[in-house]
């Protein structure tokens, strides 16, 4: 029995290996299949492109505002209909040139990968620490947490708040 526990420097170990068996898988699945449609470096439509065209038009002083009518009329139209707190973290990146689809992918990527110890610290709290270090594997590989990284998709940061 006494070889099955795990002590904190274990659990963190273990988890340290999770999170980065989630940053690998991330980075392969955007690298491999990624599903956001381009036009050179403009998305065609949809909540990704909302969310990587305002995030670089917030950093160029546009405020928060919706790309489509801004793109498609030139107009200037104020909005509050995307969560905010998305948009904003990609424009921390955009801020330091990283306004590429690209970057903004690796960007929500990183959210993604930060939910893991996250969710292990839930599991330890919940169950002990096997549970823990079983919760963050469990959470690399799940595609429900890595995928939205490629899709430019505001639930990497939801996944991470609720963790």
């Known amino acids: 029995m006494s070889r099955f526990v795990i002590n904190?420097?274990?659990?963190?170990?273990w988890v340290g290996v999770a999170t980065f068996v989630a940053l690998i898988v991330g980075i392969l699945s955007c690298a491999l299949t990624s599903h956001v449609s381009l036009d050179g470096d403009v998305i065609q439509g949809g909540d990704a492109s909302y969310y990587h065209n305002g995030a670089n038009l917030l950093?160029?002083?546009?405020?928060?505002?919706?790309?489509?009518?801004?793109?498609?009329?030139?107009?200037s139209v104020q909005?509050?209909?995307?969560?905010?707190?998305?948009?904003?973290?990609?424009?921390?990146?955009?801020?330091?040139?990283?306004?590429?689809?690209g970057s903004h992918q690796a960007a929500t990527i990183l959210l993604a990968v930060a939910?893991?110890?996250f969710i292990a610290c839930a599991g330890r709290r919940m169950a002990g620490r096997i549970a823990g270090v079983?919760?963050?594997f469990i959470a690399a590989g799940h595609p429900g947490i890595w995928s939205w990284g490629k899709i430019l998709m505001s639930e990497s940061m939801a996944i991470l708040c609720v963790a």
């Not at 904190?8 to 170990?13: E, I, M, R, V, Y």
């Not at 950093?59 to 107009?75: A, C």
């Not at 909005?79 to 689809?101: C, I, K, N, Q």
């Open 8 to 13: 904190d420097k274990k659990f963190w170990a």
């Open 59 to 75: 950093v160029d002083g546009r405020g928060f505002i919706m790309p489509f009518e801004y793109f498609y009329s030139g107009k």
């Open 79 to 101: 909005a509050a209909d995307h969560p905010p707190l998305y948009m904003t973290y990609l424009a921390a990146f955009s801020l330091f040139g990283l306004r590429s689809v």
């Open 115 to 117: 939910a893991v110890p």
């Open 134 to 136: 079983l919760a963050a």
